[in-house]
């Protein structure tokens, strides 16, 4: 009974133990810190207000549908000399011609005017409806970028962070080597001292051990400069991004992306072409006349008027001042239509650029497209290489501890001297380090698996 509760424990154990396999292993801390600087990478906000600034402006085009209303006010001193020619007027009773030939005149006015217009265009030739819709796919295109954005920022940023967490590893593996050979120092120098070692042996050790701290310090650079890297991409402190931990186990992938369908890039294309589609239909609709309503109300007051009319006959000058004139209130409404007819090719010239505009979009989008296709391809390759190296890793850990573990007792059996079990020591060092190095690549082509296929930010806010 107890052997098949045993066997049973074994079972879940190795179940639960595929499940963890078949899930994205990115740390809940890291995926928190990169969600953090979306939020204050200058970039991504440059490439938001683009996204705003092509709302407003689809805003702004909606807003001529509606009425336009204006309100003017005018005040102003007229002056004026001319002369006027109108038809003579024969008054037979008193065989006077009235208004024969040309008659100079002068005019002076003070003038106030206060009106207010309302003006709404009735048809456009769908210029507005088609410019608003153009605009919006504009602004969609911009935010995929932003998304776009995002994920290589964030591909950059887990991949960095993962190169902390290998030079973490690495400090592990120069610990255990510097514990062991310590150990065997202590061996050595007692030996001496009792007669049964020389000093070559104990020269070897501390060679060995100067070599592990010329490591660590190396390591030492390697990790400021990555903390420093980090910061520069997330904004934090030295502190929080040493408070960040993890274990360095690779990345297995439960649905192997097969498409780039999801793809910020392509979307953003796709949504231009869209926008350039309305763009044409725009444009050519800027053809068609465009018809509108029109009302207004207006008050206007002439006064302190002087018009005279010089050397008429018999009468001379004519004095036709006025104390003022006004119209309180004028209201006129009604229908416009303004057709441009001809605009020195204008019009035909940009039809035809948006019609390039598609043409190089489309050309772009399918250019894109296989090469992302291609890429993936070669990333999938790349993932499994890596998970294949990752076993035959696994299978050379075991043999260099096996061998470490046999070199040890050999030489305190003296069956070996120092410099054979330094020899299996290093070996043992350099396969560690290269199943570490298999891990970082293996993680580096997952995440780069998934920013091919589009699906990183979607596994971030897993």
């Known amino acids: ?119 709404q265009v009735i048809f456009s030739g769908l210029q507005i409806p088609n410019g608003e819709r153009a605009l919006k796919e504009k602004a969609r295109a911009q935010s995929y970028l932003a998304e776009a954005g995002k994920e290589g920022m964030a591909k950059e940023i887990a991949t960095t962070f993962d190169q902390l967490m290998l030079l973490n590893e690495v400090d592990k593996l120069i610990e255990d080597s510097e514990r062991r050979l310590k150990k065997e120092q202590a061996k050595v120098n007692s030996a001496i001292e009792n007669g049964l070692a020389i000093p070559y042996d104990r020269d070897k050790l501390k060679l060995a051990l100067l070599e592990l701290e010329e490591k660590k310090v190396e390591l030492t650079g390697n990790r400021a400069l990555l903390v420093k890297k980090i910061q520069q991409e997330t904004g934090l402190r030295t502190s929080a991004v040493e408070e ?97 007819i001809f605009n020195g090719g204008e019009h035909r010239n940009k039809v035809k650029q948006v019609q390039l505009d598609q043409t190089i979009n489309e050309m772009k989008l399918l250019d894109a497209t296989e090469k992302l296709n291609l890429l993936l391809d070669k990333n999938n390759v790349s993932y499994t290489t890596a998970n294949q190296k990752l076993k035959v890793g696994s299978q050379q850990i075991k043999v260099a501890e096996n061998n470490l573990q046999i070199a040890s007792k050999q030489y305190e059996a003296g069956l070996i001297d120092v410099t054979e079990l330094l020899a299996t020591e290093n070996e043992w060092y350099k396969v560690n380090l290269n199943f570490y190095s298999h891990v970082l690549q293996q993680r580096a082509v997952a995440l780069e698996l998934l920013h091919t296929s589009g699906k990183l930010l979607h596994t971030l806010y897993e």
């Open 1 to 119: 009974m107890r052997k098949k509760w045993v066997w049973i424990f074994i079972l879940f154990s190795m179940i639960f133990q595929q499940t963890g396999r078949t899930q994205s292993n990115i740390d809940p801390k890291v995926k928190e810190i990169i969600q953090q600087s979306f939020q204050t990478n200058k970039d991504l906000q440059l490439k938001n207000y683009e996204v705003d600034k092509a709302n407003l402006e689809a805003e702004g085009v909606k807003a001529n549908k509606l009425p336009h209303v204006s309100a003017t006010g005018l005040y102003g001193f007229m002056y004026n000399n001319g002369s006027l020619d109108i038809p003579t007027l024969n008054l037979p009773v008193l065989n006077l011609g009235l208004f024969e030939g040309a008659t100079d005149f002068n005019l002076r006015s003070q003038a106030a005017y206060a009106g207010v217009s309302v003006k």
């Open 244 to 340: 960040v931990g993890y274990d360095l186990s690779p990345i297995y992938l439960s649905d192997v992306p097969a498409g780039v369908e999801e793809r910020s890039e392509l979307k953003a294309l796709g949504a231009s072409s869209k926008a350039y589609e309305y763009l044409y239909k725009k444009e050519k609709g800027a053809s068609l006349p465009t018809v509108f309503a029109f009302g207004s109300a207006s008050y206007l007051n002439l006064h302190n008027t002087s018009l005279t009319i010089k050397d008429r006959p018999v009468v001379g000058d004519i004095d036709l001042s006025t104390n003022y004139l006004k119209g309180r209130p004028n209201f006129m409404v009604g229908v416009g239509v303004r057709w441009d």
